[in-house]
């Protein structure tokens, strides 16, 4: 499928079906998101993938938003490695864009795959910490769930609600 129908096509899945993603189609999603590009080429990326019945039941205590998909990526950043050398005192680091377009990689590869996925920034950060054992310096950004969309799967309203181009260009 050409890019610009791919990037039409994906929708955020909120209801997934029970199949499976595989050994394969895990490993092509984190390849995306192993050779997205990153300030400095620093790779600061940390994923942590949840797919046992016990890191899910862990997992849903911190974010109602899995949608019941049989797997989903934690894509975080590690403090200590991303850039932080933007002058002044606006710096923040480069890690929550870094892990953004690794996240954004990662949707557009499971679309591919014909795999539904959504993006959740929904979660609760100290609880995922405390759950998963996750260190201060490793922050988390986005949460992926990934798997087939449930039979009637539908695109949100808020889907269809894009903008004009001439209300976004500036
Ligand atoms: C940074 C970010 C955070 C989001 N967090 C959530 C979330 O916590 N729960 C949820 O149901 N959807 C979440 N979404 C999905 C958006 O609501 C969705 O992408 C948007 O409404 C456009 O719909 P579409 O993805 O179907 O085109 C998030 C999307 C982004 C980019």
Redesign the pocket.
């Known amino acids: 499928m050409p890019f610009s129908q791919l990037i039409l096509d994906?929708?955020?899945v909120?209801a997934f079906g029970p199949a499976p993603v595989s050994a394969e189609q895990k490993a092509a999603i984190l390849e995306a998101g192993r050779v997205a590009p990153t300030a400095c080429n620093y790779q600061p990326q940390k994923i942590r993938v949840f797919e046992t019945p016990e890191d899910l039941a862990k997992l849903d205590a911190c974010s109602p938003?899995r949608y019941g998909a049989p797997l989903a990526f934690l894509v975080c950043y590690d403090n200590a490695v991303c850039w932080h050398g933007q002058p002044g005192p606006a710096d923040i680091g480069s890690g929550q864009v870094d892990a953004s377009i690794v996240t954004t990689h990662m949707m557009l590869q499971a679309a591919d795959l014909g795999l539904g996925s959504?993006?959740?920034?929904?979660f609760d950060t100290e609880k995922l910490r405390e759950n998963f054992n996750i260190p201060e310096n490793i922050v988390p950004v986005?949460l992926l769930p990934v798997g087939t969309p449930a039979e009637g799967s539908e695109?949100?309203a808020?889907?269809f609600q894009r903008k004009e181009l001439s209300e976004i260009l500036v």
Do not use: E, K, L, T
Request: glycine share 6%.
């Open positions: 994906r929708y955020s909120r938003c959504i993006w959740i920034g929904m986005a695109p949100f808020m889907h």
